[in-house]
């Protein structure tokens, strides 16, 4: 899960898309401000975005290779899309504004007026993806007997449905705050509307609600869970030491209860962490929300307006690095993922050469050294090492 929000300043020109919104102060200026917003969006958050979208790319390939689908893994995939969807308009928005590129400087108006209210979209669909793959695993952890009939595939695919549904609903307005207009005889840019320029606006959905539905709700669901998450994996683990230590070698580490129990408590390690790091992540978020809050309520606070920039522009960084961790956490904690991840890169990687070696024995040989050529190459692929690269996909049925 992510928190992106979108600007800091009143004016669409000095646009920057931050952790808080537009404020209705007018804001002070700051010499130090765009060297902050340089560092912060292209040296530190760019990489980190690039890097993120490769690893939830390779994630969802992994992922979608499960002979076996689960619920949480068709969650996983959809975490991975919305989380890449974030990425991409983080780039788009933020990163590429501040490298003062002149062909996109020429379009961003474009741009920010197509993208500036879907992240909304985006943003909260993956908040609430998130709340739903942690509670898909409360329950399956926490009440193992209802699990089977509770998480189904066809009930999860119709409360994402649900989810995805409402989560557009709630971002419509988003559409209605700016529009673009012509600033000169060749040029368009994108201006307010009247509608984000109502405090009345503000204060009960840009402020209030938007709390409520994208940081108040959610976090406690996440936090509740996952403290009820922890507390049954430990009394587990308890459990499962006792047992063993007791003599029970039927559940020994080559028992398929073991495995089983193994490959569990895998994917509940996984929904635990993605869950922290989500957490942590946006907590300087919704510290610049609430300062923002407090500035268009107050206004008379007006020096809090550098303090909460500075904030928003830190809080960016951690919420691209929320968006790019995950690929990281499934190769930490699941040993099949990291298989499958190998698999994949090496079997792409092998019928490519298979295909390079091919290619050339045919322009390069003759019909018989060709014919030797080709199965001295089928044997080696075909050899117990090889095999299983080249025809074998991912057989685990879990992370």
Avoid at 48 to 70: D, E, P, S, T, Y
Avoid at 119 to 125: D, E, H, I, P, T
Avoid at 241 to 251: E, P
Avoid at 315 to 337: D, G, L, P
Wanted: hydrophobic share 45%.
């Amino acid at each position: 899960m992510a928190a992106i929000a979108l600007m800091d300043g009143s004016s669409g020109r000095d646009a920057n898309v931050t952790s808080t919104e537009v404020p209705l102060v007018k804001p002070i200026a700051d010499p130090s401000m765009p060297m902050v917003r340089f560092i912060s969006e292209v040296v530190v958050s760019l990489p980190i975005a690039i890097f993120g979208i490769l690893g939830n790319i390779l994630a969802f390939v992994v992922l979608c290779r499960q002979k076996k689908r689960l619920t949480t893994n068709i969650l996983l995939q959809i975490l991975a899309i919305t989380d890449t969807l974030i990425l991409i308009s983080s780039i788009l928005l933020r990163s590429l504004r501040y490298v003062n590129w002149s062909p996109y400087n020429a379009i961003y108006d474009y741009v920010f007026i197509s993208l500036y209210p879907s992240v909304y979209f985006f943003r909260l669909a993956d908040t609430w993806i998130t709340v739903l793959m942690t509670i898909d695993r409360y329950i399956a952890v926490c009440h193992p007997l209802r699990a089977q009939s509770l998480c189904t595939l066809r009930r999860t695919y119709v409360i994402m449905a649900a989810i995805l549904l409402a989560t557009l609903t709630f971002s419509m307005p988003r559409f209605f705050e700016f529009h673009l207009t012509k600033r000169s005889l060749n040029k368009m840019g994108y201006v307010h509307t009247e509608l984000i320029l109502s405090r009345s606006y503000t204060i009960i959905y840009r402020i209030s609600l938007f709390f409520v539905v994208m940081y108040l709700v959610p976090m406690v669901l996440l936090i509740v869970l996952n403290v009820r998450l922890l507390s049954t994996l430990r009394r587990a683990n308890r459990n499962r030491d006792s047992l063993v230590s007791n003599g029970g070698s039927h559940r020994g580490k080559g028992s398929t209860a073991w495995n089983t129990t193994k490959s569990e408590r895998s994917i509940t390690l996984i929904v635990i962490a993605v869950v922290i790091v989500c957490i942590l992540c946006n907590l300087l978020a919704i510290t610049a929300h609430v300062i923002w809050a407090i500035q268009n309520c107050f206004q008379h606070l007006r020096y809090l307006e550098m303090h909460r920039r500075f904030l928003a522009n830190i809080s960016n960084v951690m919420v691209t690095f929320n968006c790019a961790i995950n690929f990281v956490i499934y190769c930490v904690f699941s040993r099949k993922f990291r298989l499958g991840v190998k698999r994949t890169c090496l079997c792409r990687e092998w019928r490519r050469l298979t295909h390079s070696w091919r290619c050339r024995s045919q322009s390069n040989c003759s019909p018989a050294t060709n014919t030797s050529f080709l199965t001295i190459r089928w044997s080696d692929r075909t050899s117990p090492k090889n095999r299983n690269c080249v025809t074998q996909q991912v057989n685990d049925t879990q992370l």
